[in-house]
Structures are given as structure tokens and as C-alpha cells.
């Protein structure tokens, strides 16, 4: 496996259920990102571990609950979703190097579709 | 205001020709810019980073950055049928990669 790896790539669920979105990098990155991207919308940003502690969490709803055990895996746990959440969802990850490069390295996404 | 503002498109350019790509930003205190590519149904990938004013050039990919209005743009010279894609402008203020993304232009090259 290369690069960042998203599971599932197409995933349904009803608003009651609950699921998780799971990431994995493998160029030994230290930082890890949560993106949504929603049609004619620009990619928004959910969350930022850096260095496996959260740095960035966007004020998005307690809904979405991201974890990241090591530097290499993030997840994105759901529950009680609502049909506005349908989206892509993307990770991404990038080495921190005290600069910003802009460099992010992101996955192919997760389709979320909430009934 | 949007953050990063981007014309939605699409631009229709033929091929051999130079799209032009434009995006401004609200925040002053901005300071690395990049474009992205996004082919449909893929993921975002970098292809230009700027950090100071005037032109950075990378093979086709001229990018422009203006701070004083603040504007950043892209030019794809010699434009080609697979030059087809969305492009994201991305701005970055902190100190880490932190990005705010435009909404993206669609770019369609036609033989």
C-alpha cells in the first residue's frame, strides 16, 4: 500500500445508525487532516492532528468524532447523522516541518450517504 | 466574503491555448497560496505553491501571486485535452498547513 488509503469508499447509513471512516498513510507523515467536500462547495476543514494531538477542530457537531491512536491512522466515527452530512470526505496527511508548504497528500475519499 | 473566492466556471479553452485561472482572498495576513488539481472523482493534488510576489513558473504552470490585490492566479500554456479538471486555490495564515480552499474553477480543454 502507498500514499493514503481511505475505507470505506462508499458508505450508507440512516440517520440512527452509527459507522466509522478509517485512514491510513503510509509515508510516514506526522500530521493528519479531515476534510468535507460538498458539491459547488469549497473543501472544508474538520480536523487537524499534528504529532497524533489535536490541533484544529473547526467548530464542527459533536456528531463527528475523530480519533487518531499513532500517526499513521485517523478515524472518523459517526453517529446520529443528518442528510445535510452527505458528502465526500477526505484525509489527508502531510509532514510538519515548522513551515507551511501547503503540501497535503490526501486519500480518494470517503462517499457518505446518510438516508 | 468568502475567504478564497474562485469563479466557478467552466472554462472552455481549445487546446494549445492559455487558460488563464484567477482567485483572490479576503484575509491580508496570508502567506503561502497553492493550486491543486482535481480530476472528477479523484482526490485533490498539489501542482503550484507560491510564497512572494511575481511569477513562479513549473513546465506549462505559470502561478501569479499579488499581495497588495490580493490576487493569485494560474496560467496553463499549451493547454491539453487532459489539462481538464477542476482547480482549487488554497490559501494558507498559520504556521502550519492549515489550508482555506477556494470552491474551485472547472477548467474543459477541447481538441
Known amino acids: 500500500e502507498t500514499g493514503v488509503t481511505q475505507t470505506p469508499r462508499h458508505l450508507v447509513m440512516g440517520m440512527t445508525n452509527k459507522k466509522s471512516l478509517k485512514c491510513e498513510q503510509h509515508?510516514?507523515?506526522?500530521?493528519m487532516y479531515w476534510y468535507k467536500q460538498s458539491a459547488k462547495k469549497p473543501l472544508e476543514l474538520m480536523f487537524v492532528?499534528?504529532?497524533?494531538?489535536?490541533?484544529e477542530n473547526n467548530s464542527v457537531p459533536s456528531r463527528f468524532s475523530p480519533e487518531c491512536p499513532n500517526s499513521s491512522h485517523l478515524f472518523l466515527h459517526l453517529h446520529t447523522l443528518q442528510p445535510e452530512d452527505s458528502a465526500l470526505y477526505l484525509c489527508?496527511?502531510?509532514?510538519?516541518?515548522?513551515?507551511?508548504?501547503?503540501?497535503?497528500?490526501f486519500g480518494e475519499g470517503s462517499r457518505l450517504t446518510v438516508l | 466574503q468568502k475567504e478564497v473566492e474562485q469563479n466557478s466556471g467552466p472554462l472552455s479553452v481549445p487546446e494549445g491555448a492559455i487558460a488563464s485561472l484567477n482567485c483572490t482572498y479576503s484575509?491580508?495576513?496570508?502567506?503561502?497560496f497553492f493550486w491543486y488539481r482535481q480530476y472528477s472523482g479523484k482526490s485533490p493534488e498539489l501542482i503550484m505553491s507560491?510564497?512572494?510576489?511575481g511569477d513562479k513558473e513549473d513546465g506549462r504552470f505559470t502561478a501569479q501571486l499579488n499581495k497588495a490585490s490580493q490576487y493569485v492566479s494560474l496560467l496553463i500554456r499549451d493547454s491539453q485535452p487532459s489539462d481538464s479538471a477542476t482547480y482549487l486555490c488554497?490559501?494558507?495564515?498559520?504556521?502550519?498547513?492549515?489550508?482555506?480552499f477556494g470552491a474551485g474553477t472547472r477548467l474543459a480543454v477541447h481538441p
Open positions: 489527508a496527511s502531510s509532514q510538519e516541518t515548522g513551515g507551511a508548504t501547503g503540501e497535503l497528500f
Open positions: 509515508l510516514g507523515h506526522n500530521a
Open positions: 492532528y499534528s504529532l497524533e494531538e489535536r490541533v
Open positions: 484575509d491580508r495576513v496570508s502567506q503561502s
Open positions: 507560491i510564497y512572494s510576489n
Open positions: 488554497a490559501v494558507n495564515k498559520g504556521g502550519y498547513n492549515k489550508l482555506i
